[in-house]
């Protein structure tokens, strides 16, 4: 029995990483998808491949998050194509730079927020508004970050975004429980995407920060998509306003020298 049959679900950023590997895991799960893509189309159009391999419809859609008028007609164009959404996945997000604050451009600053947070929170705003006045339930999976809690120096912007977006998530999530929205993010830790590209390429750095995961291995996309399946799904039915940090134990060496 698939677990997400009859469900349409969006999954921001599914060009690429985690959101591509969260679109066809969906999709062999039974949903439909729409599949937002920013600038990779032709990561878009992989992505579409898959999730009709999978049996399913897919609708490619290119947005910016960023932008709040972007957001809204995807989910104008989303409705027009499937008549419903039930699971909205803001993955979509940038690593921001490696800069620290006395030498931050708000030009930069305003980019890894405007997308990483203001993205999710124009999302969640048209997802729980069309859930709203459809009867209540459906399913929110926020992307954050083990730097949600995890701080090092030249990521403030980063960190700021993903830590905010952990309260946003918690807060809707009360807002939401009695009309049976589930609202839940994953903290991933290291896992090989393009975010991750110069540990890819260079074994010796992949190495280097393997080596301080307790697991001693980074995580695939397809981890983290497992997981998402899970929250998508009625499995996860009395679960909301939950962290689930995916990162081969790293977060448990907070005041350890994480
Ligand atoms: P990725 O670079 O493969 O994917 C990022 C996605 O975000 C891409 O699909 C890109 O198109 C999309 N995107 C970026 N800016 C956008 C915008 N303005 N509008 C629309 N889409 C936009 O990297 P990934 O690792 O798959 O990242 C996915 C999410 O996971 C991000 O939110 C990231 O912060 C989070 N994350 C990743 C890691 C990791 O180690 N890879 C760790 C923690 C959290």
Redesign the pocket.
């Known amino acids: 029995m698939k677990k997400l049959t009859g469900k349409v679900a969006i999954v921001?950023?599914?060009?690429?990483?985690?959101?591509?590997?969260t679109a066809i895991a969906f999709a062999q799960e039974g949903a439909d998808v729409v599949i937002?893509?920013?600038?990779?189309s032709e990561?878009a159009a992989k992505t579409m491949e898959e999730v009709q391999q999978a049996g399913q419809k897919g609708l490619v859609l290119q947005?910016?998050?960023?932008?709040e008028q972007?957001v809204q007609q995807l989910f104008e164009q989303a409705l027009k194509e499937f008549g419903t959404i039930d699971i909205l996945v803001?993955?979509?997000?940038?690593?921001g730079g490696s800069t620290k604050v006395a030498d931050m451009d708000t030009e930069s600053f305003d980019?890894t927020i405007?997308?990483?947070l203001y993205?999710p929170f124009f999302g969640c705003r048209a997802f729980v508004k069309h859930r709203l006045q459809n009867g209540g339930k459906g399913k929110i999976i926020n992307?954050?970050?083990?730097?949600e809690e995890v701080v090092s120096p030249g990521t403030a912007d980063?960190c700021a975004s993903?830590g905010a977006l952990r309260n946003f998530t918690r807060t809707l999530a009360l807002e939401v429980a009695e009309q049976g929205i589930n609202v839940n993010n994953i903290?991933?830790?290291?896992?090989?995407?393009?975010?991750?590209q110069k540990a890819m390429d260079d074994p010796k750095e992949r190495e280097e920060k393997e080596q301080k995961i307790p697991m001693k291995r980074?995580?695939k996309?397809a981890e983290?998509a497992h997981v998402a399946v899970f929250l998508a799904s009625e499995d996860a039915a009395y679960v909301t306003g939950s962290t689930y940090a995916m990162d081969g134990g790293f977060m448990r060496l907070l005041g350890q020298g994480a």
């Open positions: 921001t950023g599914s060009d690429s990483g985690i959101g591509q590997a937002v893509y920013h600038t990779d990561g947005a910016d998050v960023s932008e972007g803001n993955n979509a997000g940038v690593s980019k405007r997308t990483n993205g992307i954050s970050s083990i730097h980063y993903k903290a991933p830790g290291m896992i090989l995407t393009p975010m991750n980074a995580g996309p983290i």
